[in-house]
């Protein structure tokens, strides 16, 4: 199975920008269709952006769209989530996320349609 392991989270004021990584290990990333969710306090995770298994497609949340990039490179087994324009309510714990790309894309945008987790990281927008 894969392993996820997210970075790049931190403090940054509203308006600016943060680059997540996910960095798989394991197998081989191009064999997963690949998510980015976020959970904030209180709330429950909820879907950001998706990309398909070559990143070919893409899909987005409302919220994100316009302001959230998603990419991967399958050469270095690592998924980006560039976000720009970030705003205080997008402050939250981060989470990529891996599904079997048998799957069709785009998949119902629930967490239960996600095989593999990362363990989360953590941006935090002050206004």
């Known amino acids: 199975q894969v392993q996820l392991v997210e970075s790049g989270g931190g403090l940054v004021q509203a308006g600016g920008s943060l680059r997540l990584s996910c960095a798989a290990s394991?197998?081989?990333?191009?064999?997963?269709?690949m998510g980015w969710f976020r959970q904030a306090p209180g709330k429950e995770r909820e879907f950001v952006a998706a990309?398909?298994?070559?990143?070919?497609?893409?899909v987005y949340a409302d919220s994100v769209k316009g302001r959230f990039t998603i990419s991967r490179d399958n050469a270095k087994n690592t998924v980006y989530l560039q976000m720009n324009s970030l705003k205080p309510e997008d402050t939250a714990v981060y989470y990529c996320?891996?599904?079997?790309?048998?799957?069709?894309?785009?998949?119902?945008?629930?967490?239960?349609?996600?095989?593999?987790w990362g363990q989360g990281t953590q941006v935090t927008v002050a206004s």
């Open positions: 996320a891996a599904q079997w790309s048998g799957r069709s894309f785009p998949s119902p945008p629930s967490p239960s349609t996600y095989a593999y």
């Open positions: 990309i398909n298994w070559n990143g070919g497609d893409t």
């Open positions: 394991g197998r081989a990333l191009s064999l997963y269709h």
